[in-house]
């Protein structure tokens, strides 16, 4: 499996977002769909960015009883997006529904990640109102364990955590992080940063970078900037 660079498209609706892929011209970069652009355009927002020619990771973290979240995955699988996601805290169960929903006849399915403690979420927040006591890092890793079980490819983590997620779950589980900022950049809202350069070093195998190229005054630029400091220029 490639490393890659997942660009988080987080636009209000279609125009900006087809403006935006617009820059990259023969470029296709792997991009990350999310709640706010999937609600406002519907499944048609994922055909028409996937007739471009773009890899799609469809981040709409699901989490209901398993039959409702397998029939939902089912629906997903036939819009063909490349990556999608759960919540770990859904349960094995769920998970495994979620695989079987994804599965197409001919056994092809996406990838499968799971979240597992959201970042916003800290210790303090978990104890109090989700009456979790343990620490924060083994829960996070009971989760990645639980995904790994269910059959899932891998979890969304701090870049912080990816070391330890393969460490415990083995090489081949992917970690998707979020939470990149080059060396030089603002780091606006996010608290606990790594470079694309540092995030390949702790062993991340797909970063999503939003705003550092969103935002940049040449996306391109910096996308390619991302992926060259990511992959090590190979
Ligand atoms: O603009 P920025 O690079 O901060 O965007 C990061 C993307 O990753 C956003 O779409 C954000 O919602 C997502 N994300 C995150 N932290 C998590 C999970 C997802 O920043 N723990």
Same mark, same amino acid.
């Given at each position: 499996?490639?490393?890659?660079?997942?660009?988080?498209?987080?636009?209000?609706?279609?125009?900006?977002?087809?403006?935006?892929?617009?820059?990259?011209?023969?470029?296709?970069?792997?991009?990350?769909?999310?709640? %706010?652009?999937?609600?406002?355009?519907?499944?048609?927002?994922?055909?028409?960015?996937?007739?471009?020619?773009?890899?799609?990771?469809?981040?709409?973290?699901?989490?209901?009883?398993?039959?409702?979240?397998?029939? /939902?995955?089912?629906?997903?699988?036939?819009?063909?997006?490349?990556?999608?996601?759960?919540?770990?805290?859904?349960?094995?169960?769920?998970?495994?529904? /979620?695989? %079987?929903?994804?599965?197409?006849?001919?056994?092809?399915?996406?990838?499968?990640?799971?979240?597992?403690?959201?970042?916003?979420?800290?210790?303090?927040?978990?104890?109090? +109102?989700?009456?979790?006591?343990?620490?924060? +890092? %083994?829960?996070?890793?009971?989760?990645?364990?639980? /995904?790994?079980?269910?059959?899932?490819?891998?979890?969304?983590?701090?870049?912080?955590?990816?070391?330890?997620?393969?460490?415990?779950?083995?090489?081949?589980?992917?970690?998707?992080?979020?939470?990149?900022?080059?060396?030089?950049?603002?780091?606006? #809202?996010?608290?606990?940063?790594?470079?694309?350069?540092?995030?390949?070093?702790?062993?991340?195998?797909?970063?999503?970078?939003?705003?550092?190229?969103?935002?940049?005054? #040449?996306?391109?630029?910096?996308? %390619?900037?991302?992926?060259?400091?990511?992959?090590?220029?190979?």
């Amino acid at each position: 499996m490639g490393k890659d660079v997942i660009i988080a498209c987080d636009f209000p609706g279609k125009a900006e977002t087809l403006e935006f892929l617009g820059k990259f011209e023969n470029r296709k970069p792997f991009v990350k769909i999310g709640m %706010e652009l999937f609600y406002a355009e519907g499944p048609d927002i994922v055909r028409e960015i996937k007739a471009r020619g773009h890899k799609i990771f469809l981040d709409l973290k699901l989490h209901d009883i398993p039959n409702t979240v397998k029939s /939902a995955m089912k629906v997903l699988s036939r819009l063909d997006v490349d990556m999608c996601n759960v919540h770990a805290s859904g349960t094995s169960p769920m998970m495994r529904a /979620a695989i %079987e929903g994804l599965t197409r006849e001919d056994g092809s399915r996406p990838l499968l990640i799971a979240v597992t403690q959201l970042t916003s979420t800290d210790q303090q927040t978990m104890e109090r +109102d989700i009456l979790i006591e343990r620490p924060i +890092d %083994e829960v996070v890793m009971k989760y990645a364990l639980n /995904a790994k079980d269910s059959g899932l490819d891998g979890v969304v983590c701090s870049p912080l955590e990816a070391e330890k997620v393969h460490s415990v779950c083995g090489p081949e589980f992917l970690t998707v992080t979020p939470g990149v900022r080059f060396a030089d950049g603002d780091i606006g #809202d996010q608290k606990r940063v790594m470079t694309p350069a540092e995030a390949n070093r702790i062993g991340s195998d797909y970063i999503v970078v939003g705003r550092p190229v969103t935002k940049a005054d #040449d996306p391109v630029k910096a996308y %390619e900037r991302c992926l060259t400091e990511f992959t090590g220029g190979i």
